[in-house]
């Protein structure tokens, strides 16, 4: 079996139907706009696809309250009171939909397929896009995210399959949901690279927050300043992520990568360009290679510049899969023609960032510094033997 093929990539079109309203900020298009791409630029073919099935309550159950899960089910058709829905998280951010538990557990069902398809041989690596829902809690909605596919995944994967589990998370986001899911454990390790709480949902993910009892150490956290740029990120990202992986030796990678790093995004403060976000796969794949024998799953997560990044971006995560190489040139001429006139701006006709529209910042070299100061003292600490 070819390389191309031993990659799964989980997709349906149900997965578009978690979704909150046409206003809202997480719109699942991104999703069908990046597998068309991939499908008109010929890298994924249907062969490749690997279509969700909806989760058990026992899997979902695995992070999750019972309550919560009832009432996920109850929110679902309308029945939910005020008082309820307050509980339970929701809010002006994360509102409830019809079926909404039958379309997040889908999203859950994709990853454990995808899971259960590497840990068989089918498949070495894979990546499921529309998962990566790394806020939800245990017993709450929080950050536009339901059910915690992530934390699921990683939990299943040391339940049914006795594996070692690292999450690495490259979000502009804190990857608060997965973190407090583990903070006790010993057997997944998080690892959050984001943007500082100090100005930014979730507003946790400090690098002295490093877990608890059996679990400290197995939470490592890199908070960046805001308007990072390309540069400062990855030299924090390797500088940081290597100690770790080399000292806790995870049997598979799970990946969230959101995509709102980039100066583009309008919920962030990061100022990165697509030079990143197509490195950074290739670097997971990389460690991958050499800590994990190849076994990654990498998720989507946030990324809500629709039409300039989400596309070009998300696709490189399943080209580094599959070893093609970082693309330059023309975006495929079916691709623009099929989706220009739905968007509501200009959609690039390259894949490189033309940075027409990027803003230099004139505190480099203090933000880098700062940057650099606080990677310094994560790789510093950084120890399981505590």
Known sequence: MSTKNRTGYVYSDDILKYRFNNEHPFNQMRLKLTTELLLDAQFLTKENILEPRIATDDEIGLIHKYDYIQAIKHASHGILSAEEAKKYGFNEDTVPFRHMHQHCARIVGGALNLVDKIMDGTYTNGCHLGGGLHHALAGRANGFCIYNDVAITAQYLVNRYNQRVMIIDTDAHHGDG??????????????????????????????TERGEDIGYGYTVNVPLEPYTEDESFLESFKSTVEPVIAAFKPDII?????????????????????????????????????????????????????????????????????????????LPL????????????????????RLNDY?????TAEISEKNARISNLVASWYDLSN
């Open 178 to 207: 997965t973190q407090w899911s583990f903070y006790t454990s010993n057997e997944v390790l998080t690892y959050s690279i984001h943007e500082t709480g100090k100005f930014l949902f979730p507003g946790s993910g400090h690098y």
């Open 254 to 330: 799970l990946s969230v990568n959101g995509v709102d790093i980039h100066y583009r995004d309008p919920l962030t403060h990061m100022s990165c360009t697509l030079s990143s976000l197509y490195h950074l796969p290739y670097m997971l794949k990389d460690l991958a290679e050499k800590y994990t024998e190849n076994k990654i799953i990498m998720f989507g997560g946030g990324g809500y510049n629709l039409w300039r990044v989400v596309p070009r971006a998300w696709s490189h995560l399943y080209l580094s899969l599959i070893n093609e190489p970082i693309q330059q040139g023309y």
């Open 359 to 363: 803003t230099y910042v004139p505190r």
């Open 334 to 353: 079916n691709w623009i023609n099929k989706w220009k006139h739905y968007s509501s701006v200009t959609l690039p006709k390259r894949w490189e960032d």
